[in-house]
T-cell receptor, first 112, second 111 residues
Framework: ETGVTQTPRHLVMGMTNKKSLKCEQH?????MYWYKQSAKKPLELMFV???????ENNSVPSRFSPECPNSSHLFLHLHTLQPEDSALYLC???????????FGPGTRLTVL | QKEVEQNSGPLSVPEGAIASLNCTYS??????FFWYRQYSGKSPELIMF????GDKEDGRFTAQLNKASQYVSLLIRDSQPSDSATYLC???????????FGRGTSLIVHP
């Protein structure tokens, strides 16, 4: 778990707030991912960065904005969220050639 | 639409028994298969991966892959209460590095 870190671990925000989630990987991987996990639903892939190329799930609302300044850091910028965005947000990384993903501990987000 | 199907369970087995978890997938071009364990309130943890038809064993865990029938399974021998968790199946198609996850199967191992 310490190979991929996420901050904060818990976040409560109002619908008008702007906040950012941070992820850092110490594994030398070259691909990073944001997932959303809601109760009773499968993991939903939101964004992928690989070798500085971004791949996104077209169903993700524009109120979620990713940023990947380098291969070790990944951010998810949040603005004007809705209560239904409350979920566990997971960051993961992988070496593109080997595919196995390693997850961070997640950020539990509550939108009031 | 690539789909990965798992029985949501819960699957309940007594301590010491073999737990069998199954996963089917729709994309015949799938080449990489993974099993993750997720404890309640925690993030998924990779426990097994398999690329070739047949069995792959690692300690008490055995992954079985049958590409012709498009299923992958996970057997847990000598199940322990600490194995109680949700098990997620993930599949990656050839030429991709982006997985499709199933909804997960909840496993309960009772003493």
């Amino acid at each position: 778990e310490t190979g991929v870190t996420q901050t904060p671990r818990h976040l409560v925000m109002g619908m008008t707030n702007k906040k950012s989630l941070k992820c850092e990987q110490h594994l030398g991987h070259n691909a990073m991912y944001w997932y959303k996990q809601s109760a009773k639903k499968p993991l939903e892939l939101m964004f992928v960065y690989s070798l500085e190329e971004r791949v996104e799930n077209n169903s993700v609302p524009s109120r979620f904005s990713p940023e990947c300044p380098n291969s070790s850091h990944l951010f998810l910028h949040l603005h004007t969220l809705q209560p239904e965005d409350s979920a566990l947000y997971l960051c993961a990384s992988s070496h593109e050639r080997y595919n196995e993903q390693f997850f961070g501990p997640g950020t539990r987000l509550t939108v009031l | 639409q690539k789909e990965v199907e798992q029985n949501s369970g819960p699957l309940s087995v007594p301590e010491g028994a073999i737990a069998s978890l199954n996963c089917t997938y729709s994309d015949r071009g799938s080449q990489s298969f993974f099993w993750y364990r997720q404890y309640s309130g925690k993030s998924p943890e990779l426990i097994m991966f398999i690329y070739s038809n047949g069995d792959k064993e690692d300690g008490r865990f055995t992954a079985q892959l049958n590409k012709a029938s498009q299923y992958v399974s996970l057997l847990i021998r000598d199940s322990q209460p600490s194995d109680s968790a949700t098990y997620l199946c993930a599949v990656i198609s050839g030429g991709s590095y982006i997985p499709t996850f199933g909804r997960g199967t909840s496993l309960i191992v009772h003493p």
